[in-house]
């Protein structure tokens, strides 16, 4: 989608851009540039936050910052305009501040050059080139510019302005008529409600109505009215229309003692996407518990390997290899289910997705063709991946198309657990805490170092049979190396 215009006066606006595949919004995380700041082609202007993932946004060509439109933690729909740039050559007013230094109760509109005939902007001599944004095809015709008796609006949901035209083009001082901010869904309750949106004191961010101010609204209305003399016999009474009753928040809240954080971002499609696959794919999960000694000397062996200098050398290294071994040997398990056509796809390749907890929630980045890396590559890959989670760099890219997941929640100290597929996924390993536990090894009661692996497997197309195999065959390695060259 094009994500920036340009209108006669050298202005050009750059919209939110679809930075993953169908995305509709993106939260403004940070602003490297303020207004009057001058940025050149490919410089990152600003750091957004997706459902997927953190991405820097660079700036498609030269100018100087005229306007920030949404201050920082604002959440903004895919194609509404967040900078514009003045690209004429000239510099920002000096009056100009940048939205996220104001934070006012509503975004304000900012003040806008006289009113102009409609023109064609001229094309310009290049067209820059965003990858992932696409090209401006033509340049764009200027919008009429509304009456001063029509609020402008940005987004038509949670952006209304006050309605300043009458005074920007001399005619004199505009009322400042401002539109409730509130979401589509809380205008919706309010109208159930019969609540009057121009009436609620609004507690959300830059003055936002929440669903709580609405519920806060109506709870007088729906209170049950005070105790009073009964009227007189003779009068009828009419009747009382009651109010269909909907839950409110507990009376007994306190900001002190509780804390209410928005589900937004990598959190809010960490939920959605669990859910959905919790309750679309039916999950069996089976454990087993191993001796892998053996595997933790290898461990120590190949940190002294110079092939493996300056490498990411662990046991989750082997257990990532581990379970590429059983994935071959059992490729029956590297599949999709494909609801629409009723197929199971079976893929010939593995996407090795390894589960990262990070400050923003837990993200699924994956190794491309982990099937076809050697263990010195496969350790380079794993060091890279984990590296770039925890600076929450993961782009949206390295997120797509897993075939199977590890997640090791023994980093933790827990034993194991049952986890929840990565949605389009058919099997995820969580790997145990690895423990000195006295073990029976050869006849003898032992101390060694122990370990229990779970996996769960979609049952629609992998039966018991293939994930006992896999999980068996995976565990076979840990307590017996040398498999990995045997069976590779």
């Given at each position: 989608?094009?994500?920036?215009t340009?209108?006669?006066?050298?202005?050009?606006?750059?919209?939110?851009?679809?930075?993953?595949?169908?995305?509709?919004?993106?939260?403004?995380?940070?602003?490297y540039?303020?207004?009057?700041?001058?940025?050149?082609?490919?410089?990152?202007?600003?750091?957004?936050?997706?459902?997927?993932?953190?991405v820097?946004?660079?700036?498609?060509?030269?100018?100087?910052?005229?306007?920030?439109?949404?201050?920082?933690?604002?959440?903004?729909?895919?194609g509404?305009?967040?900078?514009?740039?003045?690209?004429?050559?000239?510099?920002?007013?000096?009056?100009?501040?940048?939205?996220?230094?104001?934070?006012p109760?509503?975004?304000?509109v900012?003040?806008?050059?006289?009113?102009?005939?409609d023109?064609?902007?001229?094309?310009t001599?290049?067209?820059?080139?965003?990858?992932?944004y696409?090209?401006?095809e033509?340049?764009?015709?200027?919008?009429p510019?509304?009456?001063?008796?029509?609020?402008?609006?940005?987004?038509?949901?949670?952006?209304?302005?006050?309605?300043i035209?009458g005074?920007?083009?001399?005619?004199?001082?505009a009322?400042?008529?401002?539109?409730p901010?509130?979401?589509?869904?809380?205008?919706?309750?309010?109208?159930?409600?019969?609540?009057?949106?121009?009436?609620?004191?609004?507690?959300?961010?830059?003055?936002?109505?929440?669903?709580?101010?609405?519920?806060?609204?109506?709870?007088?209305?729906?209170a049950?009215?005070?105790?009073?003399?009964?009227?007189?016999?003779?009068?009828?009474?009419?009747?009382?229309?009651?109010?269909?009753?909907?839950?409110?928040?507990?009376?007994?809240?306190?900001?002190?003692r509780?804390?209410?954080?928005?589900v937004?971002?990598?959190?809010?499609a960490?939920?959605t996407?669990m859910?959905?696959?919790?309750?679309?794919?039916?999950?069996?999960?089976?454990?087993?518990?191993?001796?892998?000694?053996?595997?933790?000397?290898?461990?120590?062996?190949?940190?002294?390997?110079?092939?493996?200098?300056?490498?990411?050398?662990?046991?989750?290294?082997?257990?990532?290899?581990?379970?590429l071994?059983?994935?071959?040997?059992?490729?029956?398990?590297?599949a999709?289910?494909?609801?629409?056509?009723?197929?199971?796809?079976?893929?010939?390749?593995?996407?090795?997705?390894?589960?990262?907890?990070?400050p923003?929630?837990l993200?699924?980045?994956?190794?491309?063709?982990?099937?076809?890396k050697?263990?010195?590559?496969?350790?380079?890959?794993?060091g890279e991946?984990?590296a770039?989670?925890?600076?929450?760099?993961?782009s949206?890219?390295?997120?797509?198309?897993g075939?199977?997941?590890i997640?090791?929640?023994?980093?933790?100290?827990?034993?194991?657990?049952?986890?929840?597929?990565?949605?389009?996924?058919s099997?995820?390993?969580?790997?145990?805490?690895?423990?000195?536990?006295?073990?029976?090894?050869?006849?003898?009661?032992?101390?060694?170092?122990?370990?229990t692996?779970?996996?769960?497997?979609?049952?629609?197309?992998?039966?018991?049979?293939?994930?006992?195999?896999?999980?068996?065959d995976?565990?076979?390695v840990?307590?017996?190396?040398?498999?990995?060259?045997?069976?590779?």
């Amino acid at each position: 989608m094009t994500t920036m215009t340009e209108n006669a006066s050298g202005l050009r606006e750059f919209k939110m851009p679809d930075v993953g595949e169908g995305l509709t919004e993106a939260e403004i995380l940070k602003w490297y540039v303020q207004v009057g700041d001058t940025v050149t082609d490919g410089q990152v202007v600003c750091e957004v936050e997706t459902a997927k993932a953190a991405v820097e946004l660079p700036i498609p060509y030269d100018g100087v910052v005229s306007e920030l439109r949404f201050p920082e933690g604002t959440t903004v729909d895919v194609g509404q305009v967040i900078i514009t740039v003045d690209v004429s050559g000239g510099t920002a007013p000096a009056q100009a501040a940048p939205a996220a230094e104001q934070a006012p109760a509503a975004p304000a509109v900012p003040a806008a050059p006289a009113a102009a005939p409609d023109e064609e902007a001229k094309p310009t001599g290049r067209k820059p080139v965003l990858v992932g944004y696409g090209v401006a095809e033509s340049s764009t015709k200027r919008r009429p510019r509304k009456g001063a008796e029509a609020p402008a609006q940005q987004g038509g949901t949670l952006y209304a302005a006050t309605a300043i035209q009458g005074e920007l083009n001399g005619h004199g001082t505009a009322s400042a008529q401002q539109r409730p901010l509130a979401k589509p869904p809380v205008r919706k309750l309010a109208k159930d409600l019969g609540v009057d949106l121009a009436t609620v004191t609004p507690s959300g961010p830059d003055g936002i109505i929440t669903r709580e101010d609405v519920h806060a609204a109506a709870a007088p209305a729906q209170a049950p009215a005070p105790l009073a003399a009964p009227a007189p016999a003779a009068v009828p009474q009419a009747p009382v229309q009651v109010q269909p009753q909907v839950p409110a928040p507990a009376a007994s809240y306190d900001g002190a003692r509780e804390t209410r954080i928005p589900v937004k971002g990598v959190r809010k499609a960490i939920a959605t996407a669990m859910v959905g696959s919790a309750f679309t794919a039916p999950h069996v999960t089976e454990f087993v518990t191993l001796d892998v000694t053996r595997t933790m000397r290898l461990v120590e062996e190949l940190k002294q390997d110079k092939d493996m200098q300056g490498l990411r050398v662990n046991p989750l290294l082997l257990v990532a290899k581990a379970l590429l071994v059983a994935i071959k040997r059992n490729p029956g398990v590297n599949a999709s289910w494909d609801e629409a056509n009723q197929e199971i796809v079976q893929k010939h390749y593995v996407n090795l997705g390894i589960a990262a907890a990070t400050p923003r929630g837990l993200i699924v980045p994956n190794i491309k063709d982990a099937h076809t890396k050697t263990l010195p590559q496969l350790a380079e890959s794993l060091g890279e991946l984990v590296a770039t989670a925890r600076e929450g760099k993961t782009s949206p890219a390295a997120m797509q198309g897993g075939t199977v997941t590890i997640t090791n929640v023994g980093v933790f100290g827990v034993d194991t657990g049952t986890p929840i597929l990565n949605p389009g996924e058919s099997a995820i390993l969580a790997v145990g805490a690895i423990k000195l536990q006295p073990w029976v090894h050869k006849g003898k009661v032992k101390p060694r170092q122990v370990t229990t692996l779970a996996l769960s497997f979609d049952h629609r197309l992998v039966d018991g049979e293939l994930g006992s195999r896999v999980l068996a065959d995976t565990a076979a390695v840990l307590e017996q190396p040398k498999r990995l060259i045997t069976w590779a």
